[in-house]
Structure formats: structure tokens, C-alpha cells
């Protein structure tokens, strides 16, 4: 059971109204970064947890991110103050208030539904979906999307500091940014507090491919680091020693009974292609100025893409 405190868990303090602010601040609403998705990815992570102590930490983080949630709205609605009342009131002159609308960046769809309220969209305008949440139900995969969901979240909110004066607006974000930092700690502790925490799941890796580094973007720019070197690596430079890796012809087979079998050669018999064929195609009956060697005789083209326009413009007089 959940109780509402009418106070925020931070003071929302707004200089003045900046509905184009309030716009970008959006995406902490209702974004795949933003408070609402956390809150609903801790929640459902908690209600099917095991074991108590991450249960208890789950539901900690999933009710302060609705309480994070509310922070952000209000933030939002206070910025779109002005808009709000203009909407509902209409004392502004039609262009005025047009102006006011287009400057906000919203929709006019978001603008005449929500007025100035937020919405669970994001900051571009993009419905919330359940999409965001990316459980699996495994506590060392989901605990490590976690982290990385709240190093995203303290980034966006890093960017909304950095493009706001207003310091009642900064000093709410800021907040806001820290809490993540918070979580991130207590994530990692649940994660490392699983003794095998690494792999994830149950199932061991094949060994000889466990420490397998296959070197498979060379050239200009190749860089060993212990990502890729050193003991715990068996680093491979050279691809035809691991294609296939498993020793094997590398194509794909499978076995089939003596009636699909059957079918499978009329379809393969119907639909071959006939190499020694040269048939005139709708690109050799077509041809025109710059599309290469055809049937109809070699019709050209640019030396370059700067040259194009020309070439195009010189075909057109012909």
C-alpha cells in the first residue's frame, strides 16, 4: 500500500516560466532515461525478487523514483505556468498565443490535451511505453542494467544543468543527478554481493572460447589494451584460424525427412537461377545519361558527385 506526502522530496524552486525548458526536461518525465521507466523497471524487478535483502532495496529505489517523478513534473509545471493559464484563459492574442506554443516546442496535440501539464511522453513527444523497461529476472543482469540506467539518467540530467540559468531549476536537478550516483552505489553493492556474479546466469562458457579475442576490425588504428592483450586473452589476428570456430565446414545444415526432403528440391528446381542467361531488364530498356554500361550502350556518368548537377543539367538540354 502506497501513502502520499503532499511535500516533495526536494523544493521545487522555479525563477521563472521557460516552457522551451520545460520541453527538454521532458525526457526525465517520460523518456527511456527518465523517472517514470526507473520506477517501473525497480518495481516489477522487486515484486519478482527472492531474495529479501534486494527485494527491500528494489522497492526502496522504485518508490523514491515516483517520488523523483513528481519532483520532475512539478519542475515542468511550474516552467509552463504561463502557458498553462494562457491556454485555459485565452487573454492573449491569437498570433501571441501561437507564438507561445510553436516556442515551447510542444505539439499542438500535447499543447491542447495537456496544457502545459506533463505528459508521460518525452521530450520529443514520444508516448511513454512498458518497452523501457528491460527486465529479465535474473538479479546480475538486471542489477547491471540498473547501473548503467542510472550513469544514463545522471547524463541527461548533467546536459539539463548545464543548458538552465535559472538556479532554483540547477539546484533541483542537481539533486536529482546525485540520487542516481546513490543508486549506481547500491546497485553495485547488491550486484558484488552475489559471490558468482560473473557470468551472468547459470551455465558455465565453453572454455576454449571463453578467452577468445578475435581481432576481426584491423587496419590503421589497431590498439591493444587488457581489453584485448596480455595473459587472459587468446588473441586472434589472423580470422581463417577461428572460421569456423568450432573446427567444422561453417555452412548450415539441416536433416530432413524423405518428405520435406522432396518438396525442398521442386522448390530449389523451380526458383534456381540460370547464370549463362543475359536477359534485357527494365534497367537496360530504361536507360538514360549516367547509368553506366547497359544493353542499350555505355550511357556515362560523373567523374564525381560535385560533378553531378551538371552532367544532369547537360542531359536535361539534350
Not at 519478482?48 to 513528481?70: C, F, N, Q, V
Not at 535474473?138 to 538552465?164: C, G, H, Q, W
Not at 579475442?213 to 588473441?235: F, H, I, K, L, M
Request: hydrophobic share 40%; proline share 5%; aromatic share 6%.
Amino acid at each position: 500500500m502506497f501513502m502520499h506526502n503532499k511535500r516533495l522530496q526536494y523544493t521545487v524552486r522555479v525563477s521563472e516560466p521557460n516552457p522551451q525548458l520545460a520541453r527538454m526536461i521532458m525526457e526525465q518525465f517520460g523518456g527511456a532515461d527518465g523517472e517514470l521507466a526507473a520506477a517501473m523497471r525497480y518495481f516489477t524487478q522487486g515484486l519478482g525478487e527472492d531474495d529479501p535483502g534486494r527485494k527491500d532495496m528494489l522497492l526502496d529505489i522504485a518508490t523514491e523514483e515516483l517520488s523523483h517523478l513528481e519532483v520532475v513534473g512539478s519542475i515542468v509545471t511550474m516552467l509552463n505556468k504561463g502557458l498553462k493559464a494562457q491556454l485555459a484563459e485565452g487573454q492573449m492574442k491569437e498570433a501571441e498565443l501561437y507564438q507561445m506554443i510553436g516556442s515551447s516546442g510542444t505539439s499542438a496535440k500535447e499543447s491542447i490535451l495537456f496544457g502545459g501539464a506533463p505528459a508521460l511522453c518525452d521530450s520529443a513527444g514520444v508516448p511513454w511505453t512498458a518497452a523501457y523497461v528491460d527486465s529479465r529476472g535474473e538479479p546480475t543482469v538486471d542489477l547491471r542494467s540498473n547501473i548503467a540506467a542510472e550513469a544514463r539518467a545522471k547524463i541527461v540530467y548533467e546536459r539539463l544543468i548545464n543548458i538552465t540559468d535559472d538556479p532554483g531549476v540547477k539546484d533541483a536537478l542537481g539533486f536529482l543527478m546525485t540520487r542516481e550516483i546513490a543508486h549506481q552505489k547500491s546497485f553495485e553493492k547488491a550486484l558484488y554481493a552475489i559471490e558468482n556474479n560473473f557470468p551472468t546466469g547459470k551455465l558455465p562458457g565453453v572454455e576454449r572460447y571463453a578467452s577468445m579475442y578475435v581481432n576481426t576490425s584491423q587496419g590503421e588504428g589497431d590498439v591493444e589494451g587488457p581489453w584485448n592483450s596480455g595473459a587472459e586473452w587468446d588473441r586472434v589476428d589472423d580470422l581463417e584460424q577461428v572460421m569456423p570456430a568450432d573446427g567444422g565446414d561453417g555452412l548450415a545444415t539441416v536433416k530432413l525427412d524423405a518428405k520435406d526432403k522432396k518438396v525442398a528440391a521442386k522448390m530449389a528446381e523451380r526458383t534456381m537461377s540460370d547464370p549463362a542467361s543475359d536477359p534485357t531488364t527494365g534497367a537496360d530498356l530504361g536507360a538514360g545519361p549516367g547509368a553506366g554500361r547497359t544493353k542499350s550502350g555505355d550511357m556515362g556518368g560523373a567523374a564525381n558527385i560535385q560533378e553531378a548537377p551538371a552532367v544532369a543539367e547537360a542531359a536535361a538540354r539534350k
